[in-house]
Each structure stands twice: as C-alpha cells, then as structure tokens.
C-alpha cells in the first residue's frame, strides 16, 4: 500500500544521490591529483566552488522529502492501524471516536502535532489544497465555514479514513461515495 510506496521510492531516490556523489567525486579527486598547474588548479577549484552548493541543495531538498515522506507514512500507518475502532460521539480514544477526535488522536500520536478538537476548528488550519492536488496525510472536510460538520484523513487513490458514524467505526471509504468540500494541508 501507500507505505510500502514510500519506501519503495525513498531509499532508492537517497541510494541514487549518494551513488552520483560517489561517482562524481572520483573525478574531482582525479582531477585534484593530476592538476600539476596552476591553471589546472583554479578549474578544478572553480568546479568545486561551482558544484558544492547544488550538491548541498540536492541533499536538503532529498533529506526534507525523505522526513515528509516518514511524517505521512508515520501519520497513515497510526491512522490506518485504527480501522475497526468505534464510533463514539465525542470520542477522543481507540475505546471510541468520533471524527474530530480521531484525526486529533492521529496527528497527536503519529506527529506530535495538536489538532484542534473540533472538524471546524480543525478546518482553520494549514493550506487550501485542490481536490486534484491531494497527497496522503491531507484533512478532508465535509461543509463549509463554521458548518464544517465532519473531517477524515486522505489515504491514496481516491480513498480516506475517518471516524463513519454510529455503528460504522473509523474505517477506509472511497470519496467516489461521500465527496469531501474541501482539503487542508497541515503537515
């Protein structure tokens, strides 16, 4: 499933950067070896000079996509670890949910990240993110403004969990059957 995709693109796009460095490095130090000039010296510096910011701009950018990628699979595999809960109105516990307080539950353990405790309150969070633009780790919201009556987590391909209702749990539903209004982006 989705975690299994993360680690399946995460590691080889990391094993990928470091085997161009290898691969890159050789010839530098080559280069360094060789240089019996003056000239030849200041093109090699000037190469170094001229490489290192982008490798070092490569690296940050791999390593923050590397720990978004874990905060998501982090945040899914608790999410999804709870399927089969009840529902419970008002419940903030695997011992019962109800929508807000599953997601809270979630971000909490999963992130560390408070969330507040109602789907409106919720909804005041992070960024606007178009219903083409999801990504997994996205709050869903069903209503609008202070109407904002129920919230659940996107999983991948058209599918979310969330807290149902009475007698349903939280649970994994395609939005093909209960289209979200919108979606925020806080992590």
Known sequence: MLVQKLRATALPTLLGLAVALLIMMPSVAFADNEASTTESSTEVSEFHAAVQPEISNAILDA????????????????????????????????????????????????????LPRTAA?????GESVSMDELQPGDLLFWGSGSGVYHVGIYVEDGTYIHAAGSGKGVRVQSMEYFHPSFAKRVC
Do not use: H, I, W
């Not at 109800?98 to 909490?108: E, I, P």
């Open 63 to 114: 390593s923050s996509s590397l720990v978004q990628q874990a905060k998501v699979s982090n945040l899914l595999d608790t999410a999804l670890s709870l399927e089969g809960s009840p529902y419970s109105y008002g419940g903030t516990t695997p011992r019962g949910f109800d929508c807000s307080g599953f997601t809270r539950y979630c971000f909490d353990k999963a992130l560390g990240m408070e």
């Open 121 to 125: 309150g919720q909804a005041a969070l």
